[in-house]
C-alpha cells in the first residue's frame, strides 16, 4: 500500500510503501537505484527497528520476516542534508538510523513502530526532519545533483554530455554524485538503463526491443549488464519476479 506525503515531504521524498507479511517470510528484493531508503521494520508488539538503506551497487535478493514494514525512497539528492552525512558514506550499507541521529533516531523509532498506518508514520517523519532542520549537514551542491540525476534518467544522456549541459566539468559532477547520490555518475546512469528494463519485463519477453528501448547497444549488452549487476539474466530475474 502507497501513502501520499505532505507537500513539504514530497519535495524530497519519491514514494513510500507500506508491506504486510504477518509474520511470514516475504520476497524483499533492491535493485540498484541511485537511492536512499528509510526501511522500519516492525516485528512484534511495539518492537521493531529503523534503517538507513544506502545506494546499492549490486542488487540485493533476499527473503525476510515480520509483521510490517514501511520503506520511505528519497528522491535522488535529497536525503544527505536530511540525514546529516554524505551519501557516499552510506552506499552499499545497512545502517540503524540511532548511528546517524543519536536519542532522536530512539524517539523516532518508537513513534513508526507504534504507527497504525503509512500516513501516521510520514506524520512522525515531518516532525522529525522539521526539529532536525538547524542541526542537519547540508551539501553545497543538491540541486545540482537532482537535476544531473533527471536527465540522466529522463532523457538517456551520456555523463559528459550532461555535464557540459550545466556547465560543470565531468570531476565536479562525480564530486557532486559522491557527496549527494553516493554513486558515480556513470553508475547511476546504468541503474537507470536497468530500471527501465525491468520496467518493461512485465510487458514483453521481446529482448531485443527492451535492449534498445532502455537504451542498451543490444541484447548482449542487456543480458551482460543484468549478470554484472543483479546476478542473473533477465529471463530468470523475470521468472523471479514472476513467482
Known amino acids: 500500500m502507497h501513502a501520499r506525503a505532505s507537500a513539504e515531504l514530497s519535495r524530497v521524498i519519491e514514494r513510500t510503501s507500506w508491506l504486510s507479511a504477518l509474520g511470514h517470510e516475504r520476497r524483499v528484493d533492491r535493485l540498484p537505484d541511485g537511492r536512499t531508503a528509510l526501511v522500519v521494520r516492525v516485528l512484534g508488539a511495539e518492537r521493531g527497528e529503523v534503517h ?9 535478493l533476499k527473503r525476510a520476516t ?42 523516532l523509532a518508537s513513534d513508526l513502530v507504534r504507527a497504525p498506518d ?36 529522463h532523457e ?3 555523463v559528459e554530455g550532461v555535464a557540459r549541459r550545466l556547465g560543470v566539468t565531468s570531476r565536479h559532477l562525480r564530486r557532486t554524485f559522491d557527496q ?9 546512469a ?22 534498445l528501448e532502455a537504451g542498451y547497444y543490444d541484447q548482449p549488452h542487456l543480458i551482460a549488464e543484468f549478470r554484472s ?15
Open 156 to 158: 538517456d544522456s551520456r
Open 180 to 188: 549527494c547520490i553516493g554513486v558515480a555518475p556513470k553508475s547511476f
Open 190 to 211: 546504468r541503474a537507470a538503463r536497468l530500471q527501465r528494463a525491468v520496467r518493461m519485463l512485465n510487458r514483453s519477453n521481446d529482448w531485443g526491443s527492451i535492449a
Open 229 to 243: 549487476l543483479v546476478g542473473l539474466t533477465p529471463g530468470a530475474f523475470a521468472e523471479r519476479v514472476r513467482r
Open 118 to 153: 503509512a500516513g501516521t508514520a510520514l506524520v512522525h517523519l515531518q516532525r522529525a526532519f522539521t526539529a532536525r532542520r538547524g542541526s542537519r549537514w547540508r551539501p553545497t551542491s543538491a540541486g545540482l545533483a537532482r537535476h544531473a540525476a533527471y536527465l540522466l534518467e
Open 52 to 60: 538507513v538503506l544506502g545506494p546499492r551497487t549490486q542488487a540485493t
Open 66 to 107: 515480520f509483521e510490517r514494514a514501511l520503506l520511505v525512497q528519497f528522491k535522488p539528492g535529497c536525503s544527505a542534508s536530511l540525514l546529516g552525512v554524505p551519501a557516499r558514506e552510506l552506499t552499499d550499507r545497512y545502517v540503524p538510523l540511532e548511528d546517524l541521529w543519536g536519542r532522536a533516531a530512539a524517539t
